[in-house]
């Protein structure tokens, strides 16, 4: 019975402490961020890399703290800090990054001191042995330089790494703070141009090519994104949004075999994501498989009621396969939540053209191409459409 409690206080001393030096840590990074800026709230995660769903929120003005009670439990105190906007000085970024380190190196010399002078109260030296062991942890394995991914599949960069970074990237800082800004406003094509400079000047980082990746895309330069990504690959592993991006290219690239194997991989590391369900569907469709590709659009729809392009790719699964009330009533969904989505604008023509409403049909081809040309085969079904609009004009 001495040896279970002994390892029941070990264990209640290590989810109690384990937690408090992460907090401390993540502490020491939101502080001077909140201190740097006079605006915009500090998101401060304890047992997540992110999670705001399955995390007790605090509040304390414009620190808002995320914990993950299960993940505490289990002895797996990740954490992570991030603000609002971006530091405007090179001091003032690194600053933050030590910031971490200054506080867990603070709360393990408070322990040693506690051990030192409280030799003759056992409790008390053995929570200060607990501890100064944790925030020795904590102080070594955040700055030696090291890449993470989450249960997700996504990268993060410890301290040391971030520091390093900053360091080494000191003469781009300002196109770097610059490159965050227009990104945050949506202004993805500045984004690109300042992150690309740097690496045009030789600076080939992963986090500035994922970065690089990520604006060319949602700028839609795809090219330029294939060649970011393929230089990413050269010298990284891809993690769950690489896998993401390059089945999206694949797919843009009509190879839906490499957009598929891409998006499996990116779904083993995040079986759970909406959105790569949702695309992995869309290939699987076009493909002709429609019971397969219901099923992961029917999981996407449950874990993202929201996102417009499930409804519509699973109404064109239920349109190949004859069930076109169904199909009908998915993408007017999809239109209800996005009116500007070409792909369902050209299915509700698909419709109407089996229906054999020529007219609605064309309407709605020439609407899906006015909202994005690049439609997968709008042009294809509008020339159909009116030659079979014509042809039967020309027989009554």
Known sequence: MTIVMTFLVIYLLI????????????????LPMLAFSKEGKVE???????????????????????IRLTQLLLMKPSGICRGSRAENSYAQQLTILYGGAV??????????????????????????????????????????????????????????????FTIRTRRFHENITTAFRHYSAENYRDAAYELNYIVQQGFCNEILLRALCSALLLNRQHDEAAQCLQTLGKISSFDATDH???????????????????????????????????????????????????????????LAPELAFAYDNRGYAHLMQGELEEG???????????????????????????????????????????????????KAYLEQAWMTAASRQHLQ
């Open 44 to 66: 401060m995660f304890i047992g997540s890399h992110g999670d705001y769903d399955k995390s007790l929120k605090l509040r304390f003005g414009r620190l808002h703290c995320y």
């Open 244 to 302: 993401f991006h390059a089945g999206y290219l694949a797919s843009r690239g009509n190879d839906p075999e490499t957009a598929m194997k891409h998006y499996r991989l990116a779904l083993d590391a995040d079986p759970e994501n909406a959105v790569v369900l949702n695309n992995l569907g869309y290939e699987l469709a076009e493909k002709g498989e429609y019971m397969e590709a219901s099923v992961h659009l029917e999981k996407a729809i449950d």
């Open 103 to 164: 506080f867990s190196l603070s709360l393990a010399i408070v322990s040693l001191i506690a051990v030192l002078n409280y030799e003759h109260i056992p409790a008390i030296r053995l929570i200060g042995f607990t501890v100064l062991l944790f925030a020795v942890i904590d102080l070594v394995m955040n700055l030696l330089p090291r890449t993470i991914k989450d249960k997700k599949g996504h990268r993060f960069y410890n301290d040391g790494y971030m520091i390093l």
């Open 15 to 30: 989810v109690i402490i384990n937690p408090v030096t992460t907090f401390f840590h993540e502490l020491g990074h939101a």
């Open 328 to 378: 009908k009533r998915l993408i007017e969904r999809s239109l209800e939540l996005d009116p500007t989505n070409a792909y369902a604008y050209r299915n509700m023509g698909l419709y109407y053209m089996q229906i054999q409403h020529y007219g609605a049909a064309i309407a709605l081809f020439n609407k899906a191409i006015q909202l994005d040309a690049t439609t997968p085969r709008a």
